[in-house]
């Protein structure tokens, strides 16, 4: 019997949001999470004239929550045929030297263990589904392009990335796919939470870029899953077509002793 049973995680803002209004218009059934009650409940009765919905208030960093909460998945929800690993964020945009300890802990925690905890946790669900069952982790071109300011996100989306490519060995003849997005520019209130609520310095950020959207990430990785069975799609990098790499960095200011 097929299964179209969907878990998002971070559904409350950006991709997850526009993956869930995405893959609900289709009819798959969904269980969201997010750590902000009030947007979370208010999308799953949206959504809920559309599919089956059942919401998760957590947060990914919580080891014990998340075994919980998915240990009680109702059985309606239970058989998997994909996850959507999206909970993550960026903190702050300064040098390293100027940044706080606790943003790089919690870039850490949110975007690297937590998506580690919701993946193995429900591994065992999507190997029960077997063929056509997807895995889909968000990481970002900062993951292969350093920028300054990157350091810890970009770093911890390179380790997405690796370990993207290392579950999908692991996960050889089980049917399960792995695949890892990587989006460059996109407008989303990620950067908002990125640059502590600084609107002025938001809108500069997207000032006449035509950056990529949710929708289009949502589109992106509604393709993605619906792939036939047999194919796999490894890694799929996207840019808005008005950005592209930048030239090295060089110091000019030393001079020999």
């Not at 969907?6 to 559904?11: E, K, M, N, V």
């Not at 269980?31 to 949206?46: K, N, S």
Request: proline share 4%.
């Amino acid at each position: 019997m097929t299964s179209n049973t969907l878990f998002i995680t971070g559904a409350t803002s950006g991709f997850g949001e526009a993956c869930a209004r995405r893959f609900a218009r289709d009819g798959w059934s969904l269980v969201i999470t997010g750590r902000r009650a009030e947007r979370l409940h208010a999308l799953r009765d949206e959504l809920a004239a559309l599919t089956e919905v059942h919401a998760l208030e957590l947060d990914v960093r919580d080891r014990s929550a998340m075994e919980s909460a998915i240990a009680s998945l109702p059985e309606s929800f239970s058989r998997l045929r994909g996850l959507i690993n999206n909970a993550g964020l960026a903190l702050g945009a300064d040098p390293a030297p100027q940044c706080a300890l606790d943003d790089w802990d919690c870039m850490v925690d949110t975007n690297i263990k937590g998506l580690l905890y919701s993946t193995r946790l429900l591994l065992p669900r999507l190997i029960a589904h077997g063929r056509g069952a997807s895995i889909v982790n968000l990481g970002s071109i900062a993951g292969s392009y350093p920028y300054p300011g990157s350091h810890v996100y970009g770093a911890t989306k390179a380790f997405v990335e690796q370990f993207s490519l290392s579950l999908r060995c692991d996960l050889v003849g089980s049917g399960v796919r792995v695949s890892n997005i990587e989006p460059g520019l996109c407008e989303s209130e990620f950067s908002l939470v990125r640059f502590g609520g600084d609107q002025a310095r938001y809108d500069a950020t997207y000032a006449g870029a035509e950056a990529i959207q949710s929708a289009d990430i949502a589109e992106t990785v509604f393709w993605v899953l619906n792939q036939p069975a047999h194919i796999n799609i490894n890694r799929l990098e996207l840019m808005p077509v008005s950005q592209t790499w930048a030239g090295f960095s060089i110091d000019r200011s030393a001079r020999p002793a």
